[in-house]
């Protein structure tokens, strides 16, 4: 016969030290050293002699307060996983998936499992959020943030793990713009100096046939658009506009001409006419600055669409360049 520690039983009233022999004569249940199996089997312990030296075995029975109640034990993993769950922050990520397996294993309600779990997973996506975040930063202060391999693996990221609104935002808006500014490729300059070429030649064969090219004018003291006609003349010198309602026409020479996108001319922008129109026709108009006798001056015309504003640009771009050219 041994005792807990597998030694040779006591004898001779000598104490070994052991807590099976050193809770003999009260009998009391010895505590357990380590966390219970899975089975919750009660450990027993033997010793060799009783409280009158008959030698009898006496087994030592656990008393009542001792037990370990499964569902005592269910109850408190549970309340873990909700306690932990609901603290979840750095560091604490390994103890909720122990508690989430201990759960498995007691049969722990499912409902309080799969809640356990998604929150653990809802905390691993807030920290590679972060993390991502804080990178996005970086990124920006970066020499490679205007590099658009890097700047388009850096988006995917963001929207892979599911970073806020605006962050994403952004850095759209920043691919985009140094897409659209980047160095054309040779082909690329072939193509667009055709398509202005070809914009251009367009616009001069309307302008100088059949009454020429119909445009609306834009009144930037009061908003008014009034219809209106766009003309060259024979020789290619001067650009004229025929406004229904106005006495006379307006002209220019070509060479001063100096077309954009209203919204980018501020005196344009800051009219009170062009104040009132919607943002459509905002966002369609040309602002053509020219100078008359000396004197600069800036027109307004509303284009049906902003493609359509963007061939009138382009035409009278390469126009004024060809004529400054020829002059």
Known sequence: MTCWGGW????????????CCSDVETAKRVEPLT???????????????????????TEVVPSSDGELDPNEYR?????TLKDTGANLKRGKTVAMKEAISTAKKLGVEEEIIQDAEKQLLDHKKSQKRDVTEEEIVSFFESKVANEIPQAERMLKKAQHFEC??????????????????????PKETEKATWYMMHSCTVFVDAATRGGGRPVVFLNLADGKKTAAVMSLDAPLQNLIIAVEELDGVLQTQITTLRATPAVQESAVRNSKGFGVLDEEDAVSSVALKHQVDGKAGVWCLVEPTRNHRDRLIEALVVLAETCKTAS
């Not at 109850?75 to 309340?79: G, L, P, S």
């Not at 935002?169 to 713009?177: A, D, F, G, Q, R």
Request: aromatic share 2%; with cysteine.
């Open 164 to 185: 806020a609104d605006d962050v994403i935002e952004k850095l759209e808006k920043h691919v985009i713009e140094i897409i659209a500014t980047r160095p054309l490729e």
């Open 35 to 57: 966390a219970p199996s899975d089975s919750f089997e009660d450990q027993e312990c033997s010793d060799g002699s009783d409280e009158d030296g008959s030698g009898a075995s």
């Open 8 to 19: 040779p039983p006591c004898v001779m009233g000598m104490v070994c030290g052991c807590r």
């Open 75 to 79: 109850q408190d993993v549970e309340h």
